[in-house]
């Protein structure tokens, strides 16, 4: 799976969790999390439910290094590489 197919799932849940905080456009793969109005719950929900879409499960302390959306969405286009 590409990083733009991987990226668009993310952005789906984002989109679902903070519907109310930001708008599709606002929604850019150099911005964190944080700055579209996330907080570490709606993060964990995030991942979670685009790990469970894409099939992968990356380990807590993998994730817990990543800090970026680009980093994250390189990380889970690799584990979908690995899983298919």
Not at 12 to 23: A, F, S, T, W
Not at 44 to 73: C, Y
């Amino acid at each position: 799976m590409t990083k733009d197919q991987v990226f668009s799932v993310l952005k789906k849940y984002i989109m679902e969790q903070l519907e109310d905080e930001v708008e599709e456009k606002d929604i850019v793969i150099t911005k964190s999390m944080v700055d579209l109005g996330a907080n570490s719950l709606d993060i964990v929900e995030i991942v979670s439910n685009t790990m469970r879409e894409l099939k992968i499960k990356i380990p807590r302390d993998e994730l817990a290094k990543i800090d970026t959306m680009d980093g994250l969405v390189a990380r889970m286009a690799e584990y979908t590489e690995t899983n298919a």
